[in-house]
């Protein structure tokens, strides 16, 4: 049998924390998506005039749904930044049906959000920890075009900052198949 690659502890443990990073990354999409699903059930089309409805403006909009204010135009005037150029449009998107039902689930679900995004901080927090020794093939790596700090932190993760054991580009992508994705 071939020996495969069995990179050291702290990068194991390294390549532990990129993986659930991505996970909790990829679940947080779901759980978004599930927002923008309960208000479209609510005939509320926020995500038809605003780019992010996570962002100040629509957290605040969702906030004034969920206590119970119902009003477009109260809600449009939540409005910040380059949104307020979109009232008339805003106005039109917020009126729906939005029930208790809604307020709950969204309630649920952003705060599932908070969650997920304070999960991926604290562990963008360990795996800065861990790539400390690191640091200097990571800013090797992202001089390479197209390659961006969690690309390249990825990287180190499932390849270790050794590139001496893959004598050959076959040995590498044979060993890490298609896992090397951030």
């Given at each position: 049998m071939r020996a495969s690659f069995v990179p050291p502890q702290p990068i194991?443990?390294?390549r532990d924390l990129t993986r659930l990073r991505k996970s909790l990354i990829q679940d947080r999409t779901r759980v978004a998506n599930r927002l923008h699903k309960v208000l479209e059930d609510s005939g509320i089309k926020l995500s038809s005039v605003a780019a992010k409805v996570l962002g100040a403006s629509g957290r605040a909009m969702l906030s004034a749904?969920?206590?119970?204010?119902?009003?477009?135009?109260?809600?449009?005037q939540l409005a910040r930044g380059k949104l307020r150029n979109k009232l008339p449009a805003?106005?039109?998107?917020?009126?729906g049906r939005f029930r208790d039902h809604h307020a709950f689930l969204v309630?649920?679900?952003?705060?599932?959000?908070d969650y997920l995004d304070e999960a991926v901080v604290d562990l963008s927090r360990r795996i800065e920890e861990?790539?400390?020794p690191l640091m200097a093939a990571l800013e090797r790596l992202v001089t390479i075009p197209g390659v961006g700090r969690r690309t390249a932190e990825v990287l180190i993760a499932e390849t270790g900052a050794d590139m001496s054991r893959f004598p050959r580009l076959k040995k590498i992508t044979a060993t890490q198949g298609n896992r090397i994705r951030a």
């Open positions: 194991r443990e390294l749904l969920m206590s119970g204010t119902s009003d477009p135009d109260q809600l449009a805003l106005r039109q998107a917020l009126a309630g649920q679900l952003l705060a599932h959000v861990l790539l400390a």
